[in-house]
């Protein structure tokens, strides 16, 4: 029945390829379709590896509390004083941010430094170091902003700490102690597995999807995500890690029990809690669906786009690897039947659109909004409806050939300051928030889309 459902899905959707595996109680079960590549037509496998994408991270923020448990690591202490050379802009932020800022993504500097470092083992070092110019969102602690660059310093720390580079202390400690056969961390490993490649929108025909000109990301943003690289079901025997409290298949411990349970705790909420979740933890997305906890993360890389969602006391829950830059629509009717048919629960929809897209004081939206890599120009036109121009200036937009997005229309829904904003990028609308952290009903100084916090500048 899953095979036949994750087909109907991907036919319907448009999706090169997909990969399920679900987790209901100490089972897993494996299925795919479509093809791992649109070029040579290879059939996908239960077996095949994909990019998960920043579902990574939790296994970088695993390593962390592993450190934690081992007394090497004080997730309250400065990154600093661990890393005495740390720089961002701010030199507050540099002196007080903490390990647990970045595992909760509330440092408040810039998160998308996206920077080749090259293939070396000296690549998260450099990395680290070229962050020194970071600028800063917020303040420390105040926001909530995805922060990718957070968690390549967190990896430097576990190779500072540890002696060794990300990648052998990620399979050294989590791959091969929970035996992931079907997880690896370079291009070189992966070409003996049958393996996903990504497609994007043809730049010359946006309608028609094409195999993606790079295949994954550079070896810095390894503890972002792309270290990891693997089957939906090895996702899922990582998550059993903590479904188990720290306890590995065989049963030894790899993390202590109380420090597993203290990864779900809230540590901040979300601005936007429709399409992520309400809040988050020490690495993980926190959820209600009805009145079901869930946990998971998100994932997305060149061309491709993941998802897991795990209901913990249930120890129910599945992830979904597919091969195409946005497959949220998919995963929303893949969540809704699958938690549906099993909890009676599914996600939360976002808030409905008004009728009238016009707005009473357009000018309290006007203006610009920017973080690292990406502008915002908001603006009004004659009838009071708010337009979007947005500018993506990273490296990574950049190789993969994204379209101009002029004058997005901006949908006011039914919730204060909010907004669907759709890019030609994406399958689905996403919220866009605006905010003020220090007075909740003030002229908006921030603008928070796709888990990003962008600052107002003019």
Not at 151 to 176: C, H, K, M, N, W
Not at 213 to 242: I, K, Q
Not at 309 to 333: D, H, I
Request: hydrophobic share 45%; proline share 7%; charged share 20%.
């Amino acid at each position: 029945m899953l095979q036949e459902k994750l087909a109907e899905l991907v036919h319907r959707h448009g999706v090169p390829g997909a990969q399920l595996a679900v987790v209901d109680g100490d089972e897993i079960t494996e299925v795919a379709a479509g093809v791992l590549s649109l070029r040579t037509g290879w059939p996908a496998t239960p077996d095949a590896l994909f990019l998960p994408g920043s579902i990574g991270k939790l296994y970088t923020a695993t390593l962390v509390m592993m450190l934690v448990d081992e007394g090497l690591l004080d997730l309250d202490l400065p990154v600093r004083s661990y890393l005495p050379g740390f720089e961002v802009r701010d030199p507050r932020a540099r002196d007080v941010v903490t390990a647990r800022d970045l595992l909760s993504h509330t440092s408040g500097f810039d998160g998308d430094h996206f920077t080749d470092t090259g293939r070396g083992d000296d690549a998260l070092a450099r990395y680290v170091d070229g962050c020194a110019d970071l600028p800063q969102i917020a303040a420390p602690g105040t926001i909530w902003s995805y922060s990718n660059s957070g968690y390549s310093i967190l990896g430097r720390i576990v190779e500072v700490l540890l002696g060794t580079t990300f990648e052998e202390a990620l399979r050294d400690r989590i791959t091969t102690p929970l035996r992931l056969a079907h997880t690896v961390s370079f291009a070189e490993e992966a070409i003996v597995h049958p393996t996903a490649v990504g497609h994007v929108p043809d730049p010359e025909d946006p309608a028609r999807l094409v195999v993606s000109p790079t295949w994954a990301l550079w070896r810095a943003f390894g503890p972002m995500g792309s270290a990891v690289v693997c089957s939906a079901g090895d996702v899922l025997r990582f998550v059993r890690l903590h479904l188990d409290g720290g306890v590995a298949p065989d049963g030894a411990r790899l993390l202590d029990a109380g420090l597993a349970a203290s990864m779900l705790e809230q540590q901040v909420a979300l601005v936007d809690d429709s399409v992520l979740g309400q809040a988050w933890g020490l690495g993980w997305i926190l959820d209600h669906w009805g009145d079901v906890a869930v946990i998971g993360h998100d994932g997305n890389s060149i061309g491709q786009n993941a998802f897991m969602r795990v209901a913990p006391q249930e120890r129910f829950g599945f992830c979904l690897q597919t091969n195409t830059e946005s497959a949220l629509n998919l995963y929303r009717e893949l969540a809704g039947w699958l938690f549906g048919e099993r909890l009676g629960v599914g996600p939360r929809p976002d808030p409905a659109a008004l009728d009238d897209e016009a707005v009473a004081d357009p000018a309290r939206y006007t203006g610009t909004y920017e973080r690292e890599g990406l502008t915002f120009q908001v603006r009004a036109d004659d009838d009071g409806r708010l337009l979007a121009t947005v500018t993506p200036t990273h490296a990574v937009a950049e190789s993969q050939g994204w379209p101009p997005m002029v004058d997005l229309p901006l949908r006011p829904v039914a919730r204060d300051d909010s907004f669907l904003l759709k890019l030609p990028v994406a399958d689905a609308d996403l919220l866009a928030v605006f905010f003020d952290p220090e007075d909740a009903g003030g002229r908006p100084s921030h603008l928070h889309y796709g888990a990003r916090a962008h600052r107002r500048i003019g």
